[in-house]
């Protein structure tokens, strides 16, 4: 097992603060999959990052490349077109509490 990243980039600047209800709807869809992922244990840490640009990531466990993208393209909203997903290759060197 390897671990991923992807970036979650928004459609616009100061997004959390300007979506629509459709765009909310599919956010909220996308927090309960990775809610999902993480009580499963596939999920290392989730989170966006604050101010004016705000890009979520998704640190994650995937076999491979392909199995990472396809576990980041059916996020809802990149899956939908709300946001735009970047994968990676991550390896996590320091983690607080393991």
């Not at 990243?5 to 100061?14: G, K």
């Not at 809610?35 to 994650?60: E, K, M, S």
């Not at 396809?70 to 946001?83: H, L, N, Q, R």
């Not at 390896?91 to 607080?96: A, D, E, F």
Request: net charge negative; glycine share 8%.
């Amino acid at each position: 097992m390897s671990q991923w990243i992807y970036f979650i980039h928004p459609p616009r600047d100061d997004f959390a603060a300007t979506m629509t209800d459709a765009e909310k709807e599919a956010w909220r869809r996308h927090w309960a999959r990775l809610q999902r992922a993480f009580a499963d244990g596939r999920v290392i840490l989730v989170g966006p990052t604050l101010g004016h640009v705000n890009t979520g990531i998704c640190v994650f466990d995937a076999e491979d490349e392909p199995e990472a993208r396809a576990f980041m393209e059916e996020d809802p909203v990149i899956a939908e077109g709300f946001a735009r997903g970047e994968l990676r290759g991550f390896q996590v060197s320091l983690l607080r509490g393991a």
